[in-house]
Structure formats: C-alpha cells, structure tokens
C-alpha cells in the first residue's frame, strides 16, 4: 500500500517513514528541502534497508502534485509539510499562510480528484493557545497568538468542511506537544543550522560549545521551580502515534483528533538537568526574562488517543535527551572524518 508522505524529509517525517516503511507500507516522499537535506531519504533507506521514492518539489505546486497521484496509486497521505518556526511567523505571515494552507489546498484539491480521501495532518498543541486547565483535552478551548499557530487552526477547520460536504472522508488531525530526542541510529534526527528557536536543540548546542550558554527564558512562572513546563515527547513515541492513526483512518474513521504527548510535564531546569546527568555534559545556563507569547505551562490529557488507538508514549525523558545528543555528536563526527 503506498503512502505520499510530505515533508518526509524533515524531523517528524523522517521518523515515521522509517516506521511506515518498518510497518510494510510502501512510501514516496515529496519535500522541497527548504528545512531538511536530500541525504535524509538515504538514511531513511539505510535504517529499514528498504527503498523510498522521492520527488524533490513544492506541495504548492500542482501540477507536480497532480502527477505523483497520476503515477501511483495512493491510498493516504500523511501531511507534515510546512514551516514551523513561530518568530518568523510573526515576521513573514504572507510566507506562512501561503505555504501552510496553500499547500494543503493544492493536496486536498489533489486526492478529491483522485478519490484518495485519507490523510493525517501534523497539526500542534499551539492550537491550545494559553490553556486554562491542565492537563489538556482535545475538547478545550482553541485560540492561536501567532500566524504559524493560526495557520494550524485553520487548515484544522478546512479539513472540518472538507469532511462536512463528504463523509467519504477520513481524517487525523493529531496535536503534537514537544517532540524531541532522534532516532536509535543517530542516523536521523534534529539539527537546524544556527541559532535554534526551541530549548533541546538549544541545550545541545551549548553542550557541544556551539554556544556559550542557555537563556532560561523566566523563572518566575507558577511551576514547582519557576520555569517553564512543557510534554516533551520521543520522537519515536511520535512517528509510531501515526502509524495507529494511519490504521485508524484506513479503517474508515471520519474525521478524528488526537494529542500526541506523554501526559507529563517537565521544567526547562529538569530538561537541563537530565540531560547533563545523562549524557555527562555541562549546560552553562542563566535565567533571561521571559519570552514573549510564552505559557507557563502545556501538557497532554493522551487518554483519548490511549483509547481510540491503543497508543501511548512509553519512551521517557532521559531516552529523549540521551538519542537527541547521540545523534548530533555523530553528525559531528561524520563531518569532521
Ligand atoms: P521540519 O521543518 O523538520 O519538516 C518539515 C518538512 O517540510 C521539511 O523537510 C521541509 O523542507 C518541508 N516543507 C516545508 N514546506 C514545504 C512545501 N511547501 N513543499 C514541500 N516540502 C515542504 O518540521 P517538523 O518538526 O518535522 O514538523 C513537521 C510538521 O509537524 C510541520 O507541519 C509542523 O508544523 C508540525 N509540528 C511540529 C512540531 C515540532 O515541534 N517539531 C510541533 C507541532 C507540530
Ligand atoms: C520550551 C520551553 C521556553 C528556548 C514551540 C512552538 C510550538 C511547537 C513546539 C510547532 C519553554 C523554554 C526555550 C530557550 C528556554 N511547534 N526555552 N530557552 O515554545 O513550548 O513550543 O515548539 O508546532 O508551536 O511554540 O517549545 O522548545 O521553544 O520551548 O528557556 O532558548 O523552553 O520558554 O518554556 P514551545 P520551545
């Protein structure tokens, strides 16, 4: 059975197509590598020793979309492609609506040709906005503060009509928390070029001296030690949440959502401490104001994806700081051979 897979050369994609390949499905990625490198669909090969199909391009691009589904016979999409990084949402929204939702228009308009109604979408748990009960529902409120978040929420309330005007389709929308950590391998994982948004690609950077030290971004927040919490997730806990899902939507489920966290939160002081326990290193860090748009604290209620999927997240936090260090020290010892 094949699955088109976008954005299937970056961080969540690439893990669940190694998992998609290891669960018997045969996999075509198309990404325009604007956030991720071509090798990528090497290793993706080289961990499941399987092949993958890849077409380098633009899901905004219709005609090239139009012919993926021309030369094969698809029966879901997994959607990751998009930007992501919230800063520059604020800077560049043009850049962000167009890409996210175009994109997934272009798709969208894509399968309804082709009678290919099956798809899981890469939605977050920004949709949440600033949550008033902890922890969170699929039911609570929604809200975004930012054009990447909004972005989110509306194609989630695209999918919605889409689904409203034919119930031949079926649809996952899962509400990722904080996914970290990297595949066993060390042969695929996180590690964007310089100054990183989020705190674990942080960390390793300044484990490694890439950076001197890590901003904590407050310490007076309303969490046992002041800083921020957040449901940091293994990134394989993550890609195998899609493989259920898949099953799930292949199996005719509607329209679904999901979040995809562990149901813990952890401080950026514990995420810091673990991480040098575990991997032996130093974090040099120093509490900074807060940062703007910031949330005290967001994690998961995964009950409902426990019950409808059979899933929950079994990798803890020292497996995710451990995978996401190994990973980058062997990226580090491949450049420099
Ligand atoms: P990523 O940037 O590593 O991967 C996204 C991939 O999509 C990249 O390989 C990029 O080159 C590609 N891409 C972007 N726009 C494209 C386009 N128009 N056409 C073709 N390819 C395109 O990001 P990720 O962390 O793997 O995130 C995957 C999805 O999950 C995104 O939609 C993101 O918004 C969502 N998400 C990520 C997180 C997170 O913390 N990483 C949390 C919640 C949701
Ligand atoms: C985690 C914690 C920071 C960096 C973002 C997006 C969200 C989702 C995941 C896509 C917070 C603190 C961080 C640093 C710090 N992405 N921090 N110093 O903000 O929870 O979520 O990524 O959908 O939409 O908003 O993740 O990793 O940036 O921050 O102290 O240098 O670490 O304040 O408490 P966040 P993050």
Redesign the pocket.
């Given at each position: 059975m094949k699955v088109l897979v976008t954005g299937g050369c970056g961080y969540i994609g690439s893990h669940t197509c190694v998992m998609l390949l290891e669960a018997g499905y045969d996999v075509i990625i198309v990404d325009n590598l604007c956030n991720s490198k071509r090798d990528v669909v090497d290793k993706i090969k080289e961990i499941t020793g399987k092949d993958v199909i890849f077409y380098k391009g633009d899901v905004c691009d219709y005609a090239l979309i139009n012919k993926i589904f021309s030369h094969h016979d698809i029966v879901a999409v997994l959607h990751f492609a998009g930007l992501?990084a919230?800063g520059e949402s604020v800077l560049k929204p043009l850049l962000y609506y167009r890409n996210n939702i175009d994109s997934t228009l272009n798709l969208l308009e894509v399968m309804t040709k082709y009678n290919c109604k099956n798809i899981v979408f890469s939605s977050?748990?920004?949709v949440y906005g600033a949550p008033k009960t902890l922890p969170i529902k699929e039911s609570a409120p929604l809200s975004t503060t930012n054009p990447?978040?909004s972005t989110k929420l509306y194609i989630e309330g695209i999918l919605r009509d889409v689904y409203e005007a034919d119930k031949n389709w079926n649809i996952a929308i899962l509400r990722?928390f904080?996914p970290i950590g990297a595949h066993k391998s060390g042969l695929i994982g996180e590690n964007p070029n310089g100054i990183p948004?989020?705190?674990?690609p942080?960390i390793i950077k300044v484990a490694t001296k890439e950076l001197e030290v890590?901003?904590?971004?407050?310490d007076d927040y309303d969490t046992p030690d002041g800083?921020?919490v957040?449901d940091y997730i293994h990134i394989i806990d993550l890609a195998k949440g899609h493989i259920k899902a898949l099953d799930k939507v292949l199996s005719g489920s509607g329209i679904v959502c999901y979040n995809l966290g562990t149901g813990h939160g952890y401080s950026?002081l514990e995420l810091v401490k673990t991480f040098e326990k575990v991997n032996n290193v130093k974090v040099n860090y120093r509490i900074a104001p807060r940062?703007e748009g910031?949330i005290a604290a967001?994690y998961a209620d995964p009950t409902y994806a426990f019950q409808e999927l059979g899933w929950k997240a079994e990798l803890g936090i020292e497996d995710m700081c451990r995978d996401a260090y190994n990973y980058v020290m062997k990226c580090k010892r491949n450049t420099s051979d």
């Open positions: 992501k919230v977050s748990a920004t990447y978040g990722y904080n948004n989020n705190l674990m942080y890590l901003n904590i971004f407050g800083t921020g957040r950026v940062r910031d967001c």
